[in-house]
């Protein structure tokens, strides 16, 4: 199927996101930066978080509950 590889790059783009945002909060917290910034982005990073899983939940999970 042609969604298939979309979707798993999809996924993956989100993952490095994550992981590039994770490392941004951390490095905002070693420097000491707004309290109020470093939210914003621990917010933007759950989003990021949560969207991935919605997309492989939606998606493989109603996938394997069709196949049995």
């Known amino acids: 199927s042609f969604g298939i590889p979309r979707l798993v790059k999809e ?3 989100y993952r490095n996101d994550s992981q590039k ?11 000491g930066k707004d309290a109020y910034d470093i939210k914003k982005q621990v ?5 990021l978080k949560n969207y991935s ?8 999970g109603r996938r394997s509950e069709n196949d049995t």
């Open 11 to 13: 996924v993956i783009s």
């Open 21 to 31: 945002q994770q490392e941004k909060i951390s490095k905002m917290k070693a420097e």
């Open 43 to 47: 917010r933007y990073f759950n989003i």
């Open 53 to 60: 899983n919605f997309v492989l939940g939606g998606s493989f």
